[in-house]
């Protein structure tokens, strides 16, 4: 017969392994935690550095913007330059089709 004050070994045993086992499942759970605070911990540095990347990016698009709308008007520009040229061409090569026989027919007769 056992005391009931004092246990036997294979109690002793069986406590011994169920502790080794709770410290066991403890260890694992605090690696876990660790590991899921280091992860949190590193998330908002992420987010940080995809919103500086999005400001960065953003900023270039409205310069590219600005000097997409001085590219426009510099070529809208040299378009009305090459019309009036184009006008100013035709009318003379029209007035030289209309007066050029006359004219070469005084000088040269």
């Known amino acids: 017969m056992t ?12 406590e011994s392994g169920r502790l080794a086992g709770l410290e066991q499942s403890m260890a694992v759970i605090q690696h876990r935690l660790t590991h899921m605070e280091n992860r949190h911990e ?8 995809l919103e500086q990347q999005f400001e960065h990016m953003s900023g270039q698009l409205s310069e590219l913007n600005k000097g997409q709308q001085k590219l426009t008007s510099v070529v809208s520009g040299i378009g009305n330059k090459i019309t009036w040229a184009l006008a100013v061409a035709s ?16 000088l040269l007769p």
């Not at 009931?4 to 069986?14: G, K, M």
């Not at 009318?91 to 005084?106: C, D, E, K, S």
């Open 91 to 106: 009318t003379l090569w029209a007035i030289l089709q209309m007066f050029g026989p006359v004219l070469l027919r005084v």
């Open 3 to 14: 005391n009931s004050l004092r246990p036997n070994r294979s109690d002793a045993r069986s």
């Open 42 to 49: 590193s998330v908002p540095i992420r987010v940080t550095k």
